[in-house]
């Protein structure tokens, strides 16, 4: 997500996809063992962090558009910041 441009919600909900189905395989090919437990919990870990940055993204251009903002001025956070959050 974090390669400069400015993804649209479809942008951001099909990254979210595909993300998701990315992580039901890593635990597919942890259960067949096609991967150790570390590669997978790595794999996972980022997988994570980047569908908490388009969740966040996606909330962003939410309350951009319900205050009359332009959903376009929404920037992707640093995963620092984004996994700094409490739900």
């Not at 997988?47 to 966040?56: A, G, H, I, K, S």
């Amino acid at each position: 997500m974090a390669n400069g441009s400015k993804p649209t919600d479809n942008d951001t909900l099909a990254v979210i996809r595909d993300l998701v189905a990315e992580e039901k395989a890593l635990r597919a090919q942890l259960q067949r063992g096609d991967i150790d437990t570390s590669e997978e919990h790595d794999r996972l870990r980022r997988v994570e962090v980047e569908l908490d940055q388009c969740w966040d993204l996606l909330r962003q251009r939410r309350a951009l558009r319900e205050t009359g903002g332009d959903p376009r001025e929404a920037e992707v956070r640093p995963p620092d910041e984004v996994e700094g959050y409490l739900s």
